[in-house]
């Protein structure tokens, strides 16, 4: 039996996404799988590519052969390097890059509403010192005024 690594079509009309299986080469494009080891979402920013390192290594090592798209997947998580014998290094950022990415908004975003309270506090300190000072000169003047009028 003629195995092959290749993607499975999942999604709708212009938003697919792909899980990376392997399969009989005779079954049809989005036929039934032997066993699903990785999946690829291209239209995600950044692209999103998970495969499973071990499972696509035992399938390279027995035979299977990946088709063109695949293989390029494989290039760019280092898998075919390490398949090859050469120093594989992974390209790719995972799902992990992205939640570190999204942590690192949220944290933006907090110190950002860090600062604008630390403002608003300033602002009120110094309205609070303008305030009493401004009613001491009040009362300066409130305590001046009836000696003038006598």
């Not at 499973?52 to 052969?65: C, N």
């Amino acid at each position: 039996m003629a195995v092959k690594i290749r993607l499975k079509r999942f999604g709708k009309k212009r938003a697919p996404f792909y899980r990376v299986v392997v399969m009989d080469s005779r079954t049809k494009r989005d036929g039934r799988a032997i066993e699903e080891i990785g999946k690829y979402h291209p239209t995600e920013e950044p692209s999103v590519i998970e495969i499973d390192s071990d499972r696509a290594q035992y399938w390279l090592s027995v035979g299977a052969q990946p088709s063109e798209q695949v293989t390029a997947l494989l290039k760019l998580t280092g898998d075919w390097a390490t398949f090859k014998g050469e120093k594989g290094v992974s390209t790719v950022k995972g799902a992990s890059a992205k939640a570190d990415a999204a942590d690192a908004i949220k944290a933006h975003a907090d110190a950002a509403e860090k600062a604008k309270a630390d403002a608003a506090a300033k602002k009120e300190a110094a309205k609070a010192e303008e305030a009493p000072a401004a009613d001491a000169e009040v009362a300066d003047e409130a305590v001046e005024a009836p000696a003038e009028e006598n």
